[in-house]
């Protein structure tokens, strides 16, 4: 079965850097795109980072230049390097994988961005 496990939030004052990291299990990691959704109090949960199978990364406007998605297809993890944290950053952060039209999600990691 799917398993995805996040790891990794936690308070930061803002400009403050954490690094996410999410454990898969129950699929063949190495060939499938995985994502990094976040979702705030009162709003809808949205796509932040994707990183295909080969490698290649796609942002959402409100992280680019910030925030930097990876992979370790030997350890099947992948990570979140957010950089000059803000506020607006604050949210519950989850991975993400698509397997045969299904999605799949782990319990999620908070991250507040405070002083």
């Known amino acids: 079965q799917v398993q995805l496990v996040e790891s990794g939030g936690g308070l930061v004052q803002p400009g403050g850097s954490l690094r996410l990291s999410c454990a898969a299990s129950?699929?063949?990691?190495?060939?499938?795109?995985m994502n990094w959704y976040r979702q705030a109090p009162g709003k809808e949960r949205e796509l932040v980072a994707t990183?295909?199978?080969?490698?290649?990364?796609h942002y959402a406007n409100s992280v680019k230049g910030r925030f930097t998605i990876s992979r370790d297809n030997g350890k099947n993890t992948v990570f979140l390097q957010m950089n000059s944290l803000k506020p607006e950053d604050t949210a519950v952060y989850y991975c993400n994988v698509l397997r045969w039209g299904q999605g799949y999600w782990g319990r999620g990691t908070q991250v507040t961005v405070s002083s």
């Open positions: 990183i295909s199978s080969g490698g290649s990364t």
């Open positions: 129950g699929f063949t990691f190495r060939s499938h795109t």
